[in-house]
């Protein structure tokens, strides 16, 4: 290997830690919490099985964050933000119209026929802060358009 080469490689393994140490999983329920909490409030719960879970609130209107993929209640792979409005009248053909037509925000009336949405992001081996904001955007702007459109 000529130096010249030797040395780009090196340069390349040198910066790839500092790349890594940015990146945020679903391993540090705090991280996400504080990004959540540029958008509303939220705060860390645990749910009835022992993984993390968030609740938070948008613009008003209250969300949970669920994690998955955990083991004992740690190192997580996967989150998942939810929604759910009681007491609207939407229709199975509006639920459907909703998940043909939109990219973010799966619907779908729950066993009381209450309108819910949610969006399940992978997190394992980690994603870039600026990258789970903008997921936490689009999670916002989810919402809002639902609220908006559909009840």
Do not use: H
């Amino acid at each position: 290997m000529t130096p010249i080469r030797a040395l780009a490689v090196a340069a390349l393994f040198a910066a790839t830690p500092a790349f890594s140490a940015s990146l945020v999983d679903a391993t540090d329920p705090s991280e996400i919490v504080n990004l959540a909490r540029g958008f509303g409030s939220a705060s860390l719960d645990i749910d009835g099985e022992g993984d993390p879970m968030i609740i938070g609130r948008i613009n008003g209107t209250k969300y949970a964050v669920y994690f998955y993929g955990c083991d004992d209640g740690r190192r997580c792979r996967e989150i998942q933000f939810t929604a759910a409005w009681s007491g609207s009248n939407v229709s199975m053909s509006e639920i459907n119209e909703w998940n043909e037509t939109t990219r973010y925000g799966k619907a779908y009336l729950d066993s009381d026929g209450d309108p819910n949405i949610e969006m399940t992001v992978n997190l394992f081996k980690g994603v870039s802060r600026d990258n789970l904001e903008d997921t936490i955007d689009w999670w916002k702007v989810a919402m809002e358009t639902f609220e908006e459109n559909m009840l």
